[in-house]
C-alpha cells in the first residue's frame, strides 16, 4: 500500500485533558481558556478540552472555551456511562470521545470483561448521538489488545457508523513497525474509516509513532504540547508538526506560534522545557563544536533540521566552551567591533576552553569579553 496518506493529519490536541493528567498539573479557567486560543491560533484541528464527569468547574470552563467559537472542533472526553454523556452535552461540545478499555489486562483491572464492550457499545453510541453530532470511540489499550478482539472492535464500531474510532497506544508499546503491520490490515478491511492514533512515549517512541500511524493510514493524531501527559506523556505537538513540516512538506500550521505556546505551556504546568528538547529547548539551535559553529556562520541550517525562525526562535546561535573553534570566537568579536591578531586569538580561545573546563558549563558572553581585554591589555 502507499506509505503516505494523501491528506495531511487532523491533530487533536489533548492538553487540556490527558496533559493536566500528569501528577501535579492543575490549570486554571484563565489559563484554560488563553491555552485553547492559542491552540486554536496554531491551527490545530481539533481540541479535547477536558472530562465533564469531573465536576462543574471543568464544565463551565469548558462553556467558557465553546462560548469563544473557535476554529478548533471543541470534543469532551468521556467513558462509556450515560451520566457522564448527560454532564457532556451541558457544555456545548460539538463532538465527544468514548473510551471502552479494549484489553483483558484493563478490563479485569476495571472488572469488566468482553461481553461488556458488545453489550454496552451500540447502547452508549446511540445514547451519545442524541445530543452530539460528533461521536468517536476509543479502543483503550489497543498495544495490548488480542488482535482478533481488536479487530472485532472496530468492526463493531465501524458498523454503528461512529464518526471516528481511537486507537489508544495507552502505554506506548507500539513501534513504527508493528503499527505499519497493523494500518495494512485495518486499511484492507476498511479503507475509509477515519482512525485517530493516541500515543504515549514510555518508550520514546510517540512521535515516530504518530507519523508512522499517519503515513500508514491514520487520518487523526492526538498529541499535547511538550508531550505533557501521564508518566512519559504523550507524541508532542511541537514535533509532529515539524516532522510533518520538514520531513513530508506538510504545511497546514502556523509554526510560528510554537515556541511560546510550548513555554506558556511549561510555565502553567510548572514543567520545564530540557535544554535539549527537539524543536523548543534552549540549546537545539546551538552549536560549541568548531566546525559546526564556523558552518552555521555562514548558513544556519548546514548542522541543523531547520531555521529557528520557523518557530518563533533565533535562526541559529553559537555558543563557547571546551569545543569552541576560532572562527566563532573571532566572529562574536567581530560583531562587537573588537580587532585582535592571530597570536592573541589563540591566547583567548585556550582561556575560553580553560573557563568552560573548569565551571563545566559554556562561557558567557561577558566572560569572553573580560578575558579579551586581559589578553590584550597584556600584550600577547
Keep these: 500500500m502507499n506509505t503516505f496518506s494523501i491528506q495531511p493529519p487532523r491533530l487533536i490536541d489533548s492538553t487540556l485533558r490527558d496533559g493536566e493528567q500528569s501528577p501535579g498539573v492543575a490549570f486554571t479557567k484563565k489559563e484554560k481558556i488563553a491555552l485553547a486560543r492559542m491552540l486554536d491560533?496554531?491551527?490545530?484541528?481539533?481540541?479535547?478540552?477536558?472530562?465533564?464527569?469531573?465536576?462543574?468547574?471543568?464544565?463551565?470552563?469548558?462553556?467558557?472555551?465553546?462560548?469563544?467559537?473557535?476554529?478548533?472542533?471543541?470534543?469532551?472526553?468521556?467513558?462509556?456511562?450515560?451520566?457522564?454523556?448527560?454532564?457532556?452535552?451541558?457544555?456545548?461540545?460539538?463532538?465527544?470521545?468514548?473510551?471502552?478499555?479494549?484489553?483483558?489486562?484493563?478490563?479485569?483491572?476495571?472488572?469488566?470483561?468482553?461481553?461488556?464492550?458488545?453489550?454496552?457499545?451500540?447502547?452508549?453510541?446511540?445514547?451519545?448521538?442524541?445530543?452530539?453530532?460528533?461521536?468517536?470511540?476509543?479502543?483503550?489499550?489497543?498495544?495490548?489488545?488480542?488482535?482478533?478482539?481488536?479487530?472485532?472492535?472496530?468492526?463493531?464500531?465501524?458498523?454503528?457508523?461512529?464518526?471516528?474510532?481511537?486507537?489508544?497506544?495507552?502505554?506506548?508499546?507500539?513501534?513504527?513497525?508493528?503499527?505499519?503491520?497493523?494500518?495494512?490490515?485495518?486499511?484492507r478491511i476498511y479503507p475509509n474509516l477515519p482512525i485517530d492514533f493516541h500515543g504515549h512515549n514510555d518508550l520514546g517512541m510517540a512521535t515516530a509513532n504518530a507519523l508512522t500511524a499517519w503515513q500508514c493510514g491514520a487520518t487523526d493524531l492526538s498529541v499535547t504540547v511538550n508531550g505533557l501527559g501521564e508518566r512519559a506523556g504523550n507524541a508532542a505537538l511541537e514535533e509532529v508538526v515539524m516532522a510533518l513540516s520538514q520531513v513530508v512538506k506538510v504545511n497546514k500550521y502556523e509554526t510560528t506560534g510554537l515556541f511560546s505556546l510550548c513555554n506558556y505551556v511549561a510555565s502553567i504546568s510548572r514543567r520545564p522545557i530540557h535544554d535539549s528538547k527537539p524543536i523548543t529547548g534552549n540549546l537545539v539551535f546551538s552549536h560549541e563544536s568548531g566546525v559546526h559553529a564556523r558552518c552555521t556562520i555562514k548558513d544556519p541550517v548546514s548542522f541543523q533540521a531547520f531555521d529557528g525562525k520557523l518557530v518563533g526562535r533565533e535562526s541559529s546561535s553559537?555558543?563557547?566552551?571546551?569545543?569552541?573553534?576560532?572562527?566563532?570566537?573571532?566572529?562574536?568579536l567581530q560583531e562587537r567591533n573588537l580587532k585582535i591578531s592571530e597570536s592573541q586569538l589563540n591566547v583567548l580561545l585556550t582561556q575560553i576552553k580553560a573557563i568552560a573546563q573548569e565551571n563545566k558549563r559554556c562561557v558567557v558572553p561577558s566572560e569572553i569579553v573580560k578575558a579579551y581585554q586581559s589578553v590584550v591589555c597584556a600584550g600577547f
Design 318 to 332: 553559537n555558543v563557547f566552551g571546551k569545543h569552541s573553534g576560532k572562527a566563532s570566537v573571532k566572529n562574536f
Design 41 to 187: 491560533s496554531v491551527g490545530v484541528d481539533e481540541i479535547e478540552v477536558g472530562t465533564p464527569a469531573m465536576g462543574e468547574d471543568v464544565c463551565e470552563t469548558i462553556r467558557n472555551i465553546v462560548k469563544l467559537r473557535l476554529n478548533s472542533r471543541i470534543c469532551v472526553w468521556s467513558r462509556a456511562l450515560e451520566e457522564d454523556i448527560d454532564k457532556g452535552a451541558l457544555t456545548g461540545a460539538e463532538a465527544i470521545h468514548i473510551a471502552f478499555p479494549v484489553s483483558f489486562r484493563q478490563l479485569e483491572a476495571m472488572g469488566k470483561d468482553w461481553a461488556w464492550v458488545e453489550q454496552r457499545l451500540s447502547h452508549i453510541v446511540n445514547y451519545a448521538r442524541k445530543y452530539f453530532q460528533y461521536v468517536s470511540v476509543g479502543a483503550q489499550d489497543a498495544s495490548r489488545c488480542d488482535l482478533e478482539q481488536l479487530f472485532r472492535f472496530i468492526d463493531m464500531a465501524d458498523n454503528l457508523n461512529v464518526s471516528r474510532i481511537r486507537l489508544a497506544d495507552t502505554v506506548g508499546l507500539f513501534t513504527p513497525l508493528s503499527l505499519m503491520g497493523l494500518f495494512e490490515q485495518i486499511r
